[in-house]
């Protein structure tokens, strides 16, 4: 058997509740896309899965045209007090330090925090500009 490529792995947030990995499982097999791993944990009232399939890109396409929240794992996630101005404080660093940000995705919100999905043209410079302490 062979080992998933870590690096086209799928971070999908979502609700705890019934149906969401019916949901997922659904549109990615309409679309004809294989799943070849998948694992969920579960925290509180919200939960992660985190996937492997065959054609990566298009499935990162559906889900987010299906509504769900999903990030490729190349993508940062970040954990910010959910209040004014912290995005904007994150993405000024990004805009100092000369990183382009790709996407953001506002993954959900919950005790005060919020959590981001960010993607860059250097993923490196944006965990250094951002901060160790911010990045989950």
């Known amino acids: 058997m062979n080992q998933p490529d870590l690096a086209n792995r799928i971070v999908i947030m979502a609700d705890?509740?019934?149906?969401?990995?019916?949901?997922?499982?659904g549109a990615l097999a309409?679309?004809?896309?294989?799943?070849?791993?998948l694992?969920?944990?579960s925290a509180g009232s919200r939960g992660a899965i985190i996937l492997t399939v065959?054609?990566?890109?298009h499935a990162l396409y559906v889900l987010n045209q299906a509504g769900f929240k999903a990030v490729g794992d190349?993508?940062?996630?970040?954990?910010l007090p959910d209040q004014p101005g912290?995005?904007?404080?994150?993405?000024?660093?990004?805009?100092q330090?000369?990183?382009?940000?790709?996407?953001?995705?506002?993954?959900?919100?919950?005790?005060g925090y919020a959590m981001i999905g960010l993607t860059t043209d250097d993923t490196a410079e944006a965990r250094r500009s951002i901060g160790d302490e911010f990045v989950v």
């Open 16 to 25: 705890n509740e019934v149906g969401v990995i019916a949901g997922i499982t």
């Open 30 to 37: 309409g679309e004809g896309i294989n799943i070849e791993s």
């Open 39 to 41: 694992n969920t944990e």
């Open 54 to 57: 065959d054609r990566y890109d």
């Open 74 to 79: 190349d993508a940062l996630v970040i954990r």
């Open 86 to 95: 912290e995005l904007a404080s994150v993405a000024d660093r990004l805009k």
């Open 97 to 111: 330090a000369g990183v382009n940000i790709q996407s953001m995705h506002i993954l959900g919100r919950q005790d």
